[in-house]
């Protein structure tokens, strides 16, 4: 659930947690890659590639869409975004320092994404692929619904 609170500090802490996480890692946070990241975190809801194209084509100066997709992908490979596929579009991750295999609710009203982590279904999916004989490189479960804040709406 998505109470209301301070963004800002959503925005400042997963910045910080990247930068953090690159010098670990040795990766290098550019600034188009820091950009990206910071415009997909303005809000709980998923951001178009699309979107993210219009808004720094705003900027000083023109960003090329293969500059943007780049981007994209190197934060996605690090697991600081996630791609929402039933909406084609992208969030934060708000684990990004252990991550683990998430679900994300979806909520159809307000469109925001809470990521959660349901370790007893990620248990549930793994005994059924050792059933199958499957091999799983990722669990990506989306759920779409309704938020509690929007529950209580009349
Ligand atoms: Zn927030
Ligand atoms: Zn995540
Ligand atoms: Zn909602």
């Known amino acids: 659930m998505i109470k209301p ?25 550019t600034p188009i890659r820091t950009k990206v990241l910071e415009l997909i975190w303005q809000s709980h809801k998923p951001t178009k590639a699309y979107d993210l194209l219009a808004q720094l084509s705003n900027h000083n100066h023109l960003e090329k869409p293969p500059t943007v997709y780049r981007a994209l992908e190197f934060l996605l490979k690090h697991r600081f975004i996630h791609r929402i596929e039933s909406c084609n579009a992208y969030i934060g ?16 009203q307000c469109e925001q994404v809470k990521e959660v982590r349901a370790s007893k279904l990620n248990q549930i999916l793994l005994e059924t692929s050792n059933k199958e004989g499957f091999t799983p490189n990722m669990t990506h479960v989306e759920i779409h619904g309704t938020c509690a804040q929007c ?3 009349p």
């Not at 963004?7 to 997963?14: E, G, N, Q, T």
């Not at 990247?18 to 946070?29: F, G, S």
């Not at 991750?93 to 159809?108: A, K, L, M, R, V």
């Open 151 to 153: 529950a209580k709406k």
């Open 5 to 29: 609170h301070q963004h800002k500090d959503c925005v400042d802490s997963a910045l910080l947690h990247a930068q953090q996480i690159c010098t670990q890692k040795n990766l290098k946070l």
């Open 93 to 108: 991750c708000e684990y990004s320092d252990e991550h683990h295999d998430s679900q994300f609710f979806i909520c159809n």
